[in-house]
């Protein structure tokens, strides 16, 4: 049957008790007929809570938008998986690129992240992409393999097989700018071939999904391309109509 597809809202630092419930009341409502295709939140720590109440009986999945590579100890201010999965967390976002530029975090890092998800039944989505600069002095492919590699060096090839990728061109994040559905294409073939080159199998079934500016008006055209497995989608994610219509567009 193919790669079940996934639709992955990340809220950021964005939300109210009162707008997150409007929101994901109407999301649920309106999505329930999506067939063969997943639709999961990552929301702001405080609001797992209220995204468990409001969705666990529900077809919509929630998770959290970062997550510590430490389990427990003198780390204040972070939030550990063993946590998160106390709250039905299904998925944490990894490596965003804002966590990268503005936390600082290197591969490294997200690798252990990736590791600490797992280690709790978490399901890592594993953010990759390139800056501008970097597209532009045709290092992308370089950088984007660096990312990939450090959780393959960390974990072995296997351990991507309960997770998730996200293709995330940062020159397309939040600035209205997408990747167009071809340039996207070659990005998410390049990653899974370099998996290929360690396990077929693996690669074949793990789900890359195209993030960066994604919007009902292009959401159909990205997703037709047969290496995009659906989106992880930002600013879209937190306006109802919008997630719903890319929801709904994003069924096999
Ligand atoms: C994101 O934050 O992962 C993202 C893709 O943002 P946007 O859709 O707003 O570009």
């Known amino acids: 049957m193919g790669r079940t597809k996934i639709v992955a809202g990340n809220w950021k630092m964005h939300g109210s008790l009162d707008q997150n419930q409007a929101l994901l009341e109407v999301v649920v409502s309106e999505t329930r007929s999506m067939q063969n295709a997943s ?3 990552c929301v ?28 427990q100890g003198a780390y204040t201010g972070e939030v550990s998986a063993e946590m998160l999965a106390e709250f039905g967390c299904q998925y944490a976002i990894v490596g965003h690129s804002e966590r990268r530029l503005l936390f600082g975090e290197g591969n490294k890092v997200v690798a252990e992240k990736f590791k600490a998800a797992q280690q709790c039944s978490i399901i890592p989505i594993l953010c990759l992409g390139e800056t501008l600069e970097q ?19 960390l974990l072995g090839v296997e351990a991507l097989e309960r997770s998730v990728i996200a293709y995330e061109p940062v020159w397309a994040i939040g600035t209205g700018k997408t990747a167009t559905p071809q340039q996207a294409q070659d990005v998410h073939k390049f990653i899974r071939n370099r998996i290929a080159m360690q396990n077929e199998r693996v690669a074949d079934d793990i789900r890359i999904l195209y993030g960066g500016s994604v919007k009902a008006s292009n959401a159909v055209e990205l997703i037709a391309m047969p290496d995009i497995d659906g989106g992880l989608i930002g600013g879209a994610s937190l306006v109802a109509e919008e997630f719903i219509s890319i929801c709904m567009a994003t069924q096999n």
């Open 39 to 41: 639709c999961v939140v």
């Open 135 to 153: 597209r532009e002095s045709g290092e992308a492919e370089q950088v984007i393999a660096g990312q990939l590699d450090a959780v393959i060096d």
């Open 44 to 71: 702001p720590y405080p609001y797992i809570p209220q995204a468990k109440s409001l969705l666990q009986d529900s077809h919509v999945a929630w998770g959290a938008q970062n997550i510590s590579q430490h389990h």
